[in-house]
């Protein structure tokens, strides 16, 4: 089992920053793909960015070139620094994990973002 736990989200302006952490505990040897989702009120969750144990990264059109998303394998948590926020970015931001081998994917509660204008 795999718990995680966000932290870091919070009320910015747009055009500001955000960094949010992902805090992962329990069988954490076992990690493999980590990745940031999001779910704005009304719409469906979608993915934000993904990161590989070996640290290839993958990144939705949207947050391209805006998001940086990293982990730190040695304090078992994973980050997502967000700048150029705009208002479009505000969503609850949740983490997820996957180990290998596969067992299904494990979610963190969620960090509310809010961007205003």
């Known amino acids: 089992q795999v718990q995680l736990v966000e932290s870091g989200g919070g009320l910015v302006q747009a055009g500001g920053s955000l960094r949010l952490s992902c805090a992962a505990s329990?069988?954490?040897?076992?990690?493999?793909?980590m990745g940031w989702y999001r779910q704005a009120p009304g719409k469906q969750r979608e993915w934000v960015a993904t990161?590989?144990?070996?640290?290839?990264?993958l990144y939705a059109d949207s947050v391209k070139g805006r998001f940086i998303i990293s982990r730190d394998n040695a304090k078992n948590t994973m980050y997502l620094q967000m700048n150029s926020l705009k208002p479009e970015d505000t969503a609850v931001y949740y983490c997820?994990?996957?180990?290998?081998?596969?067992?299904?994917?494990?979610w963190g509660q969620g960090t509310q973002v809010t961007v205003s204008s």
């Open positions: 997820k994990s996957l180990r290998a081998p596969y067992d299904g994917a494990y």
């Open positions: 329990g069988s954490t040897f076992s990690i493999d793909t």
């Open positions: 990161i590989s144990s070996g640290g290839t990264t």
